[in-house]
């Protein structure tokens, strides 16, 4: 049985750590600076209010590796200066992804040339501390004849992960997934678990957890179509916690309608569920936007093929989502209705109803090209979106807007400045810094003709690197601990746990039935010492009854009573 729960962190600052982040826009935080190009960042939040960060780097001038590094919420870089080595060996490492290890740290997935002309999937865990876990160089995931590529990676909920990627081990690429552990053992079958083995391509899967330490995956499919003429749709999977494809044999189709459906991208919306958007060409050369949502039992709750968030004039390509927090999406998109690339937004609620303008709300149009959004939530219901900007004609520089959950751009009209600085930046990645703002990252020109990687923070009012100040506004910490009483009590089918602690130290929280049984873990990670809470939101299979939720904080326990009314 799995429940699951939405961790608020609170962002804290202590005596003696000075904030780093620039305020500047011209000047930023770098994160690697060596020699030679730094490319295609990817970010994940460290769950303290910082962020790491993982690069293909060609420092050795030879051929790609990947690196990482770890900044906290202070902008302080605390690792290796210019990053932890992750994979250095022969050949080229390239485009890592990056997921949470439920411990501070993260395990980093890549396509890897180590073994000869065709890409393998390697693998490898860091710690929090900046020591990576795994065998030097990383692990293989999977190394099948022919080609093997464009991973992508969730974690498992038990310190491990799940990843998916396209495989050509038979000629057309079909899509393939492999469990790893929390000590790099590969849990399902060697060389991966086929998710989808349909006649023709299958390509660019997307992976998002199930909830129950399984994953649901979706990508584009061509088993329509053919090599020459393709027809690609939007299918859906389901894989277990023991390797187990749960639907129909090659995936439910998410969208299989006339024209293209491509581009897929997937988030867990609600303890059980996803949300999948892509973008559709039924209606005619251009491209437009849709969604749909599912759960876990392969259930389709909206519209057949989906629902369209945005179908105007000109194309609009490659969307990216976040959860509302009440079930639904925000998605962003970069958008040409206008003749030049635009970036829009729209939400969608639980029940497939749009919420805000016909066609999205316009994040920014400002003059020239607007393109390749980013975008996280705010944690009150709204987002936080960046994108590349050409308004200063051939440079390009990295914005971003906060629009709250009624529609309504925060930030300046057409967007924040993050970097301008000269001459250009590139593709932005963006993250959470745990307290409403964000922290951003990417590939910046600044220093001559190779590129490096710069980061900058920009709290929920849109102030540059601006946090509060360190002896002044510090909160005085708790003197003992304390396990309040969940909010509402009974409840159904959500309550509020609120503890304090006085120590910074791993802390647990723990459902119990009335026999002692052991439920599930609703919190389970390294917080600092002050006051923290988190909601938890039951699953709908939990019966009617009373239940116990214990905090565990090195051997202080204290113990609650809670109520589950439906």
């Given amino acids: 049985m799995k429940l699951f729960c939405c961790l608020i962190l609170p962002f804290f600052f202590f ?21 030679n190009d730094q490319f295609f960042p990817a970010i994940i939040s460290d769950g303290s209010g910082g962020a790491i960060i993982t690069w293909e780097d060609f420092r050795n001038g030879n051929n790609y590796d990947v690196y990482v590094q770890r900044i906290n919420y202070a902008g302080v870089v605390l690792w290796s200066l210019d990053g932890v080595p992750i994979a250095t060996v022969t050949r080229d490492q390239s485009m890592p992804v990056i997921t949470e290890d439920g411990q501070g740290g993260a395990i980093i997935v890549w396509n890897d040339f180590r073994s000869g002309n065709y890409s393998d999937i390697y693998a490898q865990k860091i710690n929090s501390n900046g020591a990576v876990q795994w065998a030097a160089n990383g692990i293989p995931v999977c190394s099948a004849v022919n080609d093997q590529r464009n991973p992508t990676v969730v974690s498992d ?60 995956i979706t990508w584009q499919d061509n088993r329509a179509g053919t090599s020459l003429n393709p027809d690609y749709d939007i299918y859906v999977q389901r894989i277990n916690a023991n390797g187990n494809v749960q639907w129909m044999i090659n995936g439910l189709p998410v969208s299989s309608v006339n024209g293209q459906q491509v581009y ?46 945005c179908t105007a004039t000109g194309s609009q390509s490659f969307p990216v989502l976040v959860s ?9 998109w970069q958008d040409y209705r206008s003749g030049a690339y635009d970036i829009y937004a729209q939400r969608i609620n639980i029940n497939g109803d749009i919420l805000w303008t016909t066609d999205g709300v316009p994040i920014s149009t400002e003059a020239n090209a607007q393109m390749s959004p980013d975008i996280i939530d705010d944690g009150q219901g709204g987002a936080i979106i960046t994108w590349r900007d050409y308004r200063n004609n051939s440079n390009q520089n ?8 009624n529609g309504i751009v925060q930030w300046i009209q057409n967007g924040l400045v993050i970097s301008t600085a000269d001459p250009s930046q590139y593709t932005p990645s963006i993250t959470s810094d745990g307290a409403g703002g964000a922290i951003i990252v990417w590939w910046d020109y600044r220093n001559g003709s ?33 396990l309040e009483q969940n909010y509402p009590n009974p409840f159904n089918p959500s309550t509020t746990i609120g503890w304090q602690s006085p120590v910074s130290s791993w802390h647990t929280i723990k459902l119990y039935d009335l026999m002692g049984r052991e ?36 051997n202080h326990l204290q113990t609650r009573k809670m109520i ?3």
Wanted: proline residues 4%; aromatic residues 8%; hydrophobic residues 35%.
């Fill in 564 to 566: 589950l009314l439906k």
């Fill in 264 to 309: 897929p991208k997937i988030i867990n919306n609600n303890n059980d569920e996803v949300i999948i958007t892509w973008h559709d060409s039924r209606n005619g050369v251009d491209a437009d936007i849709y969604a749909q949502r599912l759960n876990k039992d392969g259930t389709i709750f909206w519209s057949t093929n989906g629902v369209a968030l």
């Fill in 157 to 216: 909920g038990s310190g491990g992960a799940i990843i998916t990627w396209q495989d050509q081990r038979d000629g057309a690429f079909d899509i393939y997934a492999q469990r790893i552990d929390a000590n790099g053992n590969s849990l399902w079958t060697s060389e991966g678990v086929v998710i989808c083995n349909a006649a023709n391509k299958q390509e660019y899967p997307q992976i998002a957890s199930d909830a129950s330490n399984g994953a649901i």
């Fill in 450 to 482: 190779t590129s490096d990687l710069f980061a900058q923070q920009v709290n929920h009012s849109g102030q540059l690197g601006v946090v509060t100040e360190v002896e002044k506004d510090a909160p005085s910490l708790p003197e003992s601990f304390r």
């Fill in 398 to 405: 990295i914005y971003a807007q906060l629009i709250n959950s």
């Fill in 519 to 554: 439920i599930e873990t609703i919190v389970d990670g390294y917080y600092e010492a002050g006051s923290h809470s988190t909601l938890f939101i039951v699953n709908s299979s939990l019966p009617s009854g009373v239940y116990f939720y214990q905090l565990k904080v090195g």
């Fill in 15 to 35: 005596e003696g750590i000075l904030p780093q982040w620039s305020t500047d826009p011209n000047t930023n935080t770098p994160i690697c600076t060596a020699s």
């Fill in 324 to 332: 509302d927090g009440g079930g639904g999406a925000i998605v962003t």
